[in-house]
Nanobody, 119 residues
Framework: QVQLVESGGGLVQAGGSLRLSCVAS????????MGWFRQAPGKERDFVAAIIWSGGSTSYADSVKGRFTISRDGTKNMVYLQMNSLKPEDTAVYYCAARSTWDSEYNYWGQGTQVTVSS
């Protein structure tokens, strides 16, 4: 069982930056993929970024490439999402998620943290 807790959301002006954090507990993450997703009101939940715990390979949605960076700190069991050059379209609830490397779907989720970008 894995528990995930996000933090770092808030209100920021367009062009500003935020860093989201996710602390994980309950199981080793050496065999896990960690991801960030977001969901705007009335919209479906969309993939944002992911990182393979072992090795650190990353992937990003096209909409955030060049602006967002996902990273991890194994000693702290934390995953981060650095968000720069924020746009109003980035406004959403952001969720931290995890899956085993042998799973195709994320089956562990945090409760989410609100990010609001004003114009």
């Amino acid at each position: 069982q894995v528990q995930l807790v996000e933090s770092g959301g808030g209100l920021v002006q367009a062009g500003g930056s935020l860093r989201l954090s996710c602390v994980a507990s309950g199981r080793t993450f050496s065999s896990y993929v960690m991801g960030w997703f977001r969901q705007a009101p009335g919209k479906e939940r969309d993939f944002v970024a992911a990182i393979i715990w072992s090795g650190g390979s990353t992937s990003y949605a096209d909409s955030v490439k060049g602006r967002f960076t996902i990273s991890r700190d194994g000693t702290k069991n934390m995953v981060y999402l650095q968000m720069n050059s924020l746009k109003p379209e980035d406004t959403a609830v952001y969720y931290c998620a995890a899956r085993s490397t042998w799973d195709s779907e994320y089956n562990y989720w945090g409760q989410g943290t609100q990010v609001t970008v004003s114009s």
